[in-house]
């Protein structure tokens, strides 16, 4: 199917960008003018909306974390192929089919590709100073950290690569890239060197505070754009993923100190460390996908971004 010109009907949509959705823009547009008939409908359908935009933004994620638990589950004690390889290349396997098939572009595969490499460096070292381990063997490992590991820090950047792109973004009183990035830095910096100085977490909770403390997302999930503060959406998106960590250490894909003798809970000191990673990564789609203000046209964004991801068309 080729791309779609910004002229074309669907081009305003989102799903234009994933081919097997494409099909699916008019009929969900005489859904939604059905629904809207009434304002319980219309409620119910925004809602509906919602959830099923988050479900295809969290699409990676969602097969990693699924992966972890099927193979915790039911993968074959003392198997040829240790569990840990099978989860990378599964991991592999399920990038090579995401683009074959449509369901993710090639501009979502680059920032998988930058978060896969900044994650594994800082599972590399943080393994090394025994802030968690990997209990399992594996062949397809970097100085004792499993492959698969930098795919799961991978799908954070999916997932905000994707729900950018889903409800249209748009951003009030966003600080200038040059601040962002230079926060996001000293951030990744601090998870390497409060292991020989000073931790500066407080300070950059602190720092993150007040470089977003105005920042409003706009974010649009059927007919009209809705505001959430920035840090808001940086602190729910984390939640989720130490929930999400929890089932990881659960199943003992991983574990930190605590967990080796009986599992419990991570605790929630991780839950800030998450957050402050969330600001690593939205610095990194931030860069590439440029903040705009609400008040911008959302045709030249879809226009620019299906440019950009035009190698995954046919």
Not at 13 to 30: D, N, V
Not at 184 to 196: D, E, K, R, W
Not at 233 to 258: D, M, Q, R
Request: aromatic share 14%; hydrophobic share 55%.
């Amino acid at each position: 199917m080729s791309g779609r010109g910004p002229g074309a009907p669907g081009a305003d949509s989102a799903a234009a960008l994933w081919r097997p959705l494409r099909g699916f823009i008019a009929r969900e547009r005489a859904l939604g003018r059905r629904a809207g008939r009434t304002r319980a409908g219309a409620l119910a359908y925004e809602l509906l909306r919602f959830g099923v935009k988050m479900a295809w933004a969290c699409l990676f994620g969602a097969i990693m974390l699924a992966l972890i638990l099927a193979t915790a589950w039911l993968y074959p004690k003392g198997a040829a192929l240790t569990r840990y390889d099978f989860l990378t290349l599964s991991a592999i396997a399920v990038q090579i089919a995401m683009l074959r098939f449509g369901l993710e572009t090639w501009e979502e595969a680059r920032v998988i590709a930058l978060f896969h490499v900044v994650g594994t460096a800082m599972e590399i070292f943080k393994t090394q100073a025994g802030s968690w381990i990997y209990p399992e063997p594996a062949l397809l490992r970097i100085a004792g950290v499993p492959l698969f590991t930098g795919f799961m820090y991978a799908s954070v950047g999916s997932f905000i690569a994707r729900v950018w792109r889903l409800c249209d973004f748009r951003f009030d009183r966003h600080p200038p890239m040059g601040v962002v990035i230079a926060l996001a830095v000293a951030i990744y910096v601090n998870f390497f060197a409060h292991h020989f100085v000073a931790d500066i977490r407080l300070a950059l909770f602190a720092a993150t505070a007040l470089v977003f403390a105005r920042t409003v997302i706009w974010f649009k999930v059927w007919r009209v754009h809705r505001p959430m503060p920035l840090l808001a959406a940086c602190f729910l998106t984390s939640l989720f993923i130490w929930i999400a960590e929890n089932v990881g250490t659960l199943t003992k894909t991983w574990l930190y100190p605590h967990q080796v003798q009986a599992w419990s809970m991570v605790g929630l000191g991780k839950l800030g460390a998450w957050f402050l990673l969330l600001v690593i990564s939205y610095a990194m789609v931030a860069a590439v996908a440029r903040p705009q203000p609400r008040a911008q046209a959302r045709a030249s964004a879809v226009s620019s971004v299906a440019s950009a991801s035009a190698p995954a068309k046919t």
